[in-house]
């Protein structure tokens, strides 16, 4: 069954701390995104590749840092320079650059 | 840079009654893609329009993109509380540039 999986669904953090966002697909898709949704608020862009060993920053991409070493894998890793990272972070994939996305279920990541 | 401003940003609706969200860009697009999030759940692709004065329908839903291609509008027809979520557009100016997505407009349907 092809699809985007992220890992994990909650994810804590202490401050100071580093982690890692876990974003697979078996789609065979070239582009991949992460977006960064606060309550209530829209998707924002962090960062974006559009093909193997290599990527973009979106619009909110300081504190985060990302690798596509794989067609299959984007990890994100939010970093303790970002100073406010609880939010519902959203991976997804597409075929191309401008065609549609498939979402993964998200990661909620909180600070303790 | 280019920009995708939607309007409104909620609208509570009885059930039964219309919704319409609207959806202007800067720029010329290439294509619009709409989703949907349901509370709790990820963006969901509804569908993508490409050319100029188009217009398509799923269900109660119906889709249209400007003869400029520079706004779109998701119209649903009897809300009912199945409709209920974030509905967001997505613009393209094409090429290798990524879709720019609105803010999104929250529809609750009151029973």
């Known amino acids: 069954d092809g699809g985007i999986t992220q890992s994990p669904k909650y994810l804590f953090r202490k401050e100071g701390q580093n982690v890692t966002l876990s974003c697979e697909q078996n789609?065979?898709?070239?582009?991949m995104y992460w977006y960064r949704q606060d309550p209530g608020q829209g998707l924002r862009l962090i960062y974006y590749?559009?093909?193997?060993?290599?990527?973009q920053k979106g619009d909110i991409a300081e504190g985060y840092s990302v690798s596509r070493e794989k067609k299959e894998s984007f990890p994100l890793t939010v970093t303790s320079a970002q100073k406010n990272p609880t939010a519902f972070y959203l991976c997804?994939?597409?075929?191309?650059?401008?065609?549609?996305?498939?979402f993964g279920d998200g990661t909620r990541l909180s600070i303790l | 840079g280019q920009q995708v401003m939607q309007i409104p940003q909620y609208q509570h609706v009885q059930e039964g009654e219309d919704f319409t969200t609207y959806c202007n860009s800067s720029?010329?697009?290439?294509?619009i893609q709409w989703y949907k999030q349901r509370p709790g759940g990820h963006p969901v692709f509804l569908i993508q329009?490409?050319?100029?004065?188009e217009v398509k329908k799923q269900k109660r839903l119906t889709f249209q993109f400007g003869e400029a291609k520079k706004n779109s509008s998701l119209h649903i027809t009897a809300t009912q509380t199945t409709d209920v979520g974030t509905y967001f557009c997505?613009?393209?100016?094409?090429?290798?540039?990524?879709?720019?997505f609105g803010r999104g407009t929250s529809l609750i349907v009151h029973p």
């Open positions: 997804a994939s597409s075929e191309s650059s401008n065609q549609p996305q498939h």
């Open positions: 789609l065979n898709h070239d582009a």
């Open positions: 590749s559009q093909i193997v060993n290599d990527f």
């Open positions: 720029t010329t697009l290439s294509n």
């Open positions: 329009l490409v050319k100029s004065g």
């Open positions: 997505a613009g393209s100016p094409g090429g290798s540039y990524i879709p720019t």
